[in-house]
Nanobody, 121 residues
Framework: QVELVESGGGLVQAGDSLRISCAAS????????LGWFRQAPGKEREFVAA????????YYTDSVKGRFTISRDNAKNTVYLQMNSLKPEDTAVYYC??????????????WGQGTQVTVSS
């Protein structure tokens, strides 16, 4: 069965760093584009970052550029999101997703259940 499982979330203070992970199982995701999304209380889900199948191309929403870095390890079937200089407005449930096509425009067909990231001021 295809499954994406996020981990690494937690409670941190503003300015701290955190790395969250998403491990995939059921099939190889080495040819998939992978992405991170987040949803804060009372807000719609928003795009955070994406990475191409090769890892050569990355995309970020403006609010996280320069602070967040997406990366992947295809040997481990895992995608990461390194989050630095965290702000209270980064508080959200973070979800990973996979696009089997692997190239833009991305259509993410597989989703994890999310990991909570809470940033206190």
């Amino acid at each position: 069965q295809v499954e994406l499982v996020e981990s690494g979330g937690g409670l941190v203070q503003a300015g701290d760093s955190l790395r969250i992970s998403c491990a995939a199982s059921g099939r190889t995701f080495s040819s998939d584009a992978l992405g991170w999304f987040r949803q804060a209380p009372g807000k719609e889900r928003e795009f955070v970052a994406a990475i191409s199948w090769s890892g050569g191309d990355t995309y970020y929403t403006d609010s996280v550029k320069g602070r967040f870095t997406i990366s992947r390890d295809n040997a481990k079937n895992t995608v990461y999101l390194q989050m630095n200089s965290l702000k209270p407005e980064d508080t959200a449930v973070y979800y990973c997703a996979a696009d089997p096509v692997g190239s833009p425009p991305y259509e993410f067909d597989y989703w994890g259940q999310g990991t909570q990231v809470t940033v206190s001021s």
